[in-house]
């Protein structure tokens, strides 16, 4: 069941399976915004476009007239994603920008102890570049995951090319990404998919942990005929059911009392087991 988390309750010598939705536990937050900036001979053009709510789907977008475009999308099942590009035909500077967040505060409101665990998916980044001059191009991509406003996982990329090599520079997870021959790309990298898990530690009935899923992509370059294209597939795998899956919790710690009857029944059965050996 893709996308559901699953709570293994372990309670003495017995355990039972809970399946449940996240969606809406607590304070769920999702913006995205979308900006770029084009300087010309006379003037520079601004345009940004941002959202924000607590469930649905939102989605901000910019497009310069003329040619180039940035959008990003959200939802409360979990998707994010985020695309900036510009195409040939000016001679101007391009900057292009979009990104895409998601927020939420979970409570553990079992009795119990529980470990949680976040499983994610990436399927798809891709970083572009068109270039028939040796004016640079740039296309980048940055994504973190945050509990409680520290970076526990995060992986960026930065394409820069001319028409001749390119260079990339990455950070922190590498996702795998690869030169693939394109017709409409001088350049073009696409990672492999993406699948991981991060413990994020154990929680006792009552408390609570904020988790935040952060994805930007951003283009730049200038100069007739060339162009880039960044873009960040959803990160929950476009599944439409959740993003968060985990919640394998720990042991109950027994109260010294389980623990004498506990002691006492595994004597009783050793005892039992050394009678019919004997």
Do not use: C
């Amino acid at each position: 069941m893709k996308g559901i988390p699953r709570l293994t309750v372990m309670v003495g010598l017995f355990s039972f399976i809970l399946l449940f939705s996240v969606g809406g536990v607590d304070a769920l937050t999702i913006t995205t915004e979308a900006y770029y900036e084009v300087t010309t001979d006379t003037d520079i053009h601004t345009d940004t476009d941002s959202n924000s709510a607590s469930g649905g789907n939102i989605l901000s977008e910019v497009t310069y007239p003329l040619g180039g475009k940035a959008g990003a999308r959200a939802s409360d099942t979990g998707e994010l994603s985020a695309m900036a590009g510009f195409g040939a035909g000016t001679q101007y500077a391009h900057y292009y920008y979009a990104g895409a967040n998601w927020f939420e505060t979970f409570t553990n409101t079992t009795g119990d102890v529980l470990s949680y665990t976040f499983d994610f998916e990436i399927p798809e980044v891709m970083l572009g570049t068109y270039n028939y001059d040796d004016f640079p191009q740039t296309s980048q991509y940055k994504v973190e995951i945050l509990l409680n406003g520290t970076v526990i996982w995060g992986s960026s990329a930065t394409l820069v090319s001319q028409s001749s090599f390119y260079t990339l520079t990455t950070d922190g997870t590498d996702l795998g990404l690869t030169l693939t021959s394109d017709p409409y790309f001088t350049w073009l990298l696409v990672s492999t998919p993406y699948s991981g898990s991060l413990d994020l530690g154990t929680f006792g009935p009552g408390e609570s942990f904020d988790l935040t899923y952060t994805v930007n992509v951003s283009v730049s370059g200038a100069d007739y005929a060339t162009g880039a294209y960044a873009k960040f597939g959803d990160p929950f795998s476009l599944s439409g059911t959740g993003g968060i899956s985990g919640g394998v919790t720990t042991s109950k710690v027994p109260e010294p009392s389980t623990l004498i009857l506990l002691g006492t029944g595994l004597a009783g059965f050793f005892m039992l087991r050394k009678g019919f050996m004997m």
